[in-house]
C-alpha cells in the first residue's frame, strides 16, 4: 500500500513539474516572439514618420540600431538599407511584408534560415509616398530558444523530480501512518480517517462474532475432553496415514503407555489400510485381558478422512462367554448322568433281566436319579434367575427368621447324617430379600451337614457386628483344601464328585450363594482347615439411616 501511494504521488507531482516546465518554456517562448513582433511594430512607424518627414537625411543619422532598416521606394527598388549595398539589393516589391504594407499600409512576416537556428522577423510600414519603410531584426528561432533551455530545465526537472521523491515518500508515510497504527484487536478505538470507520465498524462486529465462536469452540472442546477424559473407553482418532490425532487417557490404561503418541502395530493390523472405508473389529491382548478394537470410518462431505477407534475392554465378556459355554457343556453331562442311570434301570427292569428280589434297589435308583435330577434343574432354574440379575423386593426383617426357617428345613437331613445343629441368633435387623436369605442360610447348612462326620457339629450364629449383620455357619467337616477353597464357588466345582454326589450334591449350591450374597450387596468369607473343618461367614450391609 505504501508503495501504491508513494508511486501515485510521486508519478502525478513529477508529471506535473515536468509539465509545467515545459509549458512555461512553450509559453514563453511565444510571448517573446509576440513582444518581438509588438518591438519591431513601433520600431518600423518610428522609422515611417522619420523617413515622412526627414527622408534620407532621417536614415543616415541613425547609429547603433539593433535593427536593420530598409526603405523601399513604390517600386520595390531600394532606396537605403542600413546593412547591405541597395545597389546590389534586388526588387523587393514581391517580398511578402512589403507587398502588404503597399496594399494595407502593415506588412509583417518571417523567415527562418536554412538551418533553422535562425529566424529573421520584417515589419513594413507604407510611407505617405507610397514607398514603405521595412524593419527587421534576426534571432534564435524559437526552438533553438527551447534548446538552449534543455540544460537549466534539465537540472531543474532534476531537483524537481527529488524533490517531488521525498515529498511524496513523506505523504506516503503519513497516509500510511496512521493505518499501521491501527489495532485489529481493538478497531473502534484507533483514531483514523472517517472513510474507514465503515470498516472498522465492519471489523469490530467480525471480532466480536468470531471471539463468540472461538468461545463457543473452545466449550465444545472442553466438555468433549470432559466426556472422552471420563470414559472407560478408550477413544482414538487417527489420519490416512495413520497418525494419531487424538487419544484420550483410557487408551494408555487398556494399550499401554506408547499408544497415546503412535498405533500400536496390532492395532494397526485390524484397521485394514485396504479397506479403511469400512468398519473392522478385532481383539488384541495386554497382561492376560482381551482388548476389543472397533474402527470406524470418519467422512466429511463424502471424503475419507481418518478412522475413529473405539478400545473396549471385554475380558470379563470373554470370561463370561466362557463360564456360559462351560455352564451349558456341564449342564448336559450333568443331566445326562441321572439320566442315564434311569434310562439303564427302566431297560433292565422292562425287559424283566432284574431278579425280583433286587427290583426294589432298581426302584430306588430311578427314585434317587429322578430327584437329583430335580433338584438339579431346580438348582440350574434358580441360577439362571440369579444370573438374570431381576430387582428383588428388599424388606426390612430379622435376619433370624430366614435362618431359622432353613435349620427347620434341614433338621431332618442332620439328624439322617448324625449331625448336631447348634443355633445361637441374635435378633439382628437388615433390609433384604426374604426368599435369598433363606437361600444362602439353606445351601450354606446344607453343606455343612453333607461334609460332616458322623456325630458332627454345625454351628450357626447371627449377631450383630459393628453394626453390620453376620451369619456364620461352621462345621466339624471333612474341610476344603486350601487350592479347592476359590475355586468351590464356581459353577459345577466339586472337590470330590461322587462325596457331593452320593449326598444329592449338583455342584451349584455355593454359585447360588455366591450371587445371592451379590445381590444382597453382602460379602462371603471362607476360612477351611482340612480334616477340621470350614466356617462360612456372610456379612449383609449395615442398615441405612432412613431404613431404621
Ligand atoms: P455341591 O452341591 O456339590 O455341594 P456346592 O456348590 O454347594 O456343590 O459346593 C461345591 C463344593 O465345595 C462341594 O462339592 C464340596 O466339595 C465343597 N464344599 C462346600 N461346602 C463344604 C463344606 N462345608 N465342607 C467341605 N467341603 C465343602
Same mark, same amino acid.
Given at each position: 500500500?505504501?508503495?501504491k ?17 515545459v ?10 516572439d509576440h513582444?518581438e513582433?509588438n ?6 512607424d518610428l522609422?515611417a ?11 543616415t543619422?541613425?547609429k547603433?540600431?539593433?535593427?536593420r +532598416? =530598409? ?6 527598388? *531600394?532606396l537605403?538599407?542600413?546593412?547591405? &549595398? ?6 523587393h516589391?514581391?517580398?511578402k511584408e512589403?507587398?502588404e504594407?503597399?496594399k494595407?499600409?502593415e506588412?509583417q512576416s $518571417? ?5 533553422l537556428?535562425?529566424v529573421?522577423?520584417y515589419?513594413?510600414? %507604407?510611407?505617405k509616398?507610397g ?5 527587421? *531584426?534576426?534571432? &534564435? ?10 540544460t ?10 527529488v524533490?517531488?521523491?521525498f515529498?511524496?515518500k513523506?505523504?506516503? @508515510?503519513?497516509?500510511v501512518k496512521?493505518?499501521?497504527q491501527?489495532?485489529l ?9 472517517e472513510?474507514?470507520?465503515p470498516?472498522?465498524?465492519r471489523?469490530?462486529?467480525?471480532n ?5 465462536q472461538?468461545?463457543?469452540?473452545h466449550h465444545r472442546?472442553? !466438555?468433549f %475432553?470432559?466426556?472422552?477424559d471420563?470414559? @472407560?473407553?478408550?477413544?482414538?482418532? +487417527?489420519d490416512?496415514d495413520?497418525?494419531?490425532l487424538?487419544?484420550?487417557?483410557a487408551?494408555v490404561?487398556?494399550l ?6 503412535v498405533? /500400536?502395530n496390532?492395532?494397526k493390523k485390524?484397521i485394514?489400510q485396504?479397506?479403511?472405508n ?11 485381558r482381551?482388548i476389543?478394537?472397533?474402527?470406524? /470410518? +470418519?467422512?466429511?462431505r463424502g ?7 473405539l478400545v473396549?475392554d ?5 470370561r !463370561? !462367554? ?13 443331566l ?5 442311570s434311569?434310562?439303564g ?7 424283566n ?5 433286587d427290583?426294589?434297589?432298581?426302584? @430306588?435308583? +430311578?427314585h434317587?436319579?429322578?430327584? @437329583? ?7 440350574i ?9 431381576p430387582e428383588f423386593?428388599?424388606?426390612?426383617m430379622n435376619l ?5 426357617e432353613?435349620?427347620e ?12 445343629l447348634?443355633?445361637a441368633?441374635a435378633? =439382628?435387623e437388615i433390609k433384604a430379600n426374604?426368599?435369598l436369605?433363606?437361600?444362602i442360610?439353606y &445351601?450354606?447348612i446344607? &453343606? ?5 462326620? /458322623?456325630?458332627?457339629?454345625?454351628k450357626i450364629?447371627?449377631k $450383630? ?14 474341610g ?16 470330590d464328585?461322587?462325596h ?10 455355593l454359585?447360588?450363594?455366591k450371587?445371592a450374597?451379590?445381590?444382597?450387596h453382602?460379602t462371603i ?9 470350614s466356617?462360612?461367614? *456372610?456379612?449383609f /450391609?449395615?442398615l %441405612?439411616h !432412613?431404613?431404621?
Amino acid at each position: 500500500m505504501f508503495k501504491k501511494i508513494f508511486r501515485a504521488v510521486f508519478l502525478s507531482t513529477a508529471v506535473m513539474l515536468v509539465c509545467s516546465v515545459v509549458l512555461s518554456a512553450i509559453f514563453l517562448g511565444i510571448d517573446y516572439d509576440h513582444n518581438e513582433v509588438n518591438a519591431l511594430a513601433s520600431q518600423a512607424d518610428l522609422a515611417a514618420s522619420g523617413v515622412n518627414n526627414g527622408g534620407r537625411k532621417y536614415l543616415t543619422q541613425l547609429k547603433g540600431e539593433n535593427y536593420r +532598416i =530598409t526603405w523601399i521606394n513604390s517600386k520595390g527598388k *531600394v532606396l537605403y538599407d542600413n546593412e547591405e &549595398n541597395p545597389a546590389k539589393m534586388g526588387n523587393h516589391s514581391k517580398r511578402k511584408e512589403v507587398a502588404e504594407a503597399m496594399k494595407t499600409g502593415e506588412g509583417q512576416s $518571417e523567415r527562418y534560415s536554412t538551418t533553422l537556428s535562425t529566424v529573421t522577423m520584417y515589419y513594413a510600414k %507604407k510611407l505617405k509616398d507610397g514607398g514603405v519603410i521595412r524593419v527587421a *531584426v534576426t534571432r &534564435n528561432s524559437i526552438w533553438q530558444t527551447i534548446l538552449q533551455l534543455v540544460t537549466p530545465m534539465l537540472i531543474i526537472l532534476l531537483l524537481a523530480v527529488v524533490a517531488s521523491w521525498f515529498v511524496a515518500k513523506k505523504i506516503s @508515510q503519513s497516509i500510511v501512518k496512521p493505518l499501521n497504527q491501527l489495532d485489529l484487536d481493538q478497531p473502534l478505538e484507533s483514531k483514523s480517517y472517517e472513510e474507514i470507520k465503515p470498516l472498522l465498524t465492519r471489523l469490530d462486529s467480525q471480532n466480536k462474532q468470531i471471539a463468540d465462536q472461538m468461545e463457543q469452540l473452545h466449550h465444545r472442546e472442553k !466438555e468433549f %475432553k470432559t466426556v472422552t477424559d471420563a470414559m @472407560q473407553e478408550g477413544l482414538i482418532l +487417527i489420519d490416512l496415514d495413520n497418525k494419531v490425532l487424538l487419544s484420550n487417557p483410557a487408551v494408555v490404561s487398556l494399550l499401554g503407555s506408547k499408544s497415546s503418541e503412535v498405533l /500400536p502395530n496390532d492395532v494397526k493390523k485390524i484397521i485394514d489400510q485396504d479397506k479403511r472405508n469400512v468398519h473392522t473389529e478385532g481383539i488384541v491382548e495386554r497382561e492376560g485381558r482381551n482388548i476389543e478394537i472397533s474402527a470406524s /470410518p +470418519i467422512f466429511s462431505r463424502g471424503v475419507l478422512k481418518g478412522t475413529s477407534i473405539l478400545v473396549i475392554d471385554v475380558t470379563e465378556e470373554y470370561r !463370561e !462367554e466362557q463360564v456360559r459355554r462351560e455352564f451349558t457343556a456341564n449342564v448336559s453331562h450333568e443331566l445326562k448322568t441321572p439320566l442315564q442311570s434311569i434310562m439303564g434301570s427302566a431297560e433292565l427292569l422292562e425287559n424283566n433281566l432284574v431278579k425280583e428280589e433286587d427290583r426294589k434297589s432298581f426302584y @430306588q435308583k +430311578i427314585h434317587e436319579s429322578s430327584a @437329583q435330577l430335580l433338584t438339579l434343574i431346580d438348582d440350574i432354574i434358580r441360577l439362571s434367575h440369579l444370573d438374570e440379575n431381576p430387582e428383588f423386593e428388599e424388606v426390612r426383617m430379622n435376619l433370624k427368621s430366614p435362618v431359622t426357617e432353613a435349620i427347620e428345613a434341614l433338621q431332618a437331613s442332620a439328624d439322617k447324617h448324625d449331625v448336631e445343629l447348634k443355633a445361637a441368633l441374635a435378633d =439382628t435387623e437388615i433390609k433384604a430379600n426374604f426368599r435369598l436369605v433363606y437361600e444362602i442360610a439353606y &445351601n450354606l447348612i446344607d &453343606n455343612a451337614i453333607r461334609y460332616n462326620n /458322623p456325630g458332627g457339629q454345625v454351628k450357626i450364629a447371627v449377631k $450383630e457386628v459393628r453394626g453390620q449383620a453376620v451369619l456364620r455357619v461352621s462345621d466339624t467337616g471333612i474341610g476344603i483344601p486350601i487350592e479347592a477353597q476359590t475355586r468351590i464357588f464356581e459353577r459345577f466345582y466339586r472337590v470330590d464328585k461322587s462325596h457331593s454326589r452320593k449326598t444329592g450334591g449338583t455342584g451349584l449350591g455355593l454359585s447360588i450363594v455366591k450371587h445371592a450374597v451379590q445381590q444382597c450387596h453382602g460379602t462371603i468369607r471362607l476360612e477351611s482347615e482340612l480334616g477340621k473343618g470350614s466356617t462360612f461367614t *456372610v456379612v449383609f /450391609p449395615a442398615l %441405612k439411616h !432412613e431404613d431404621q
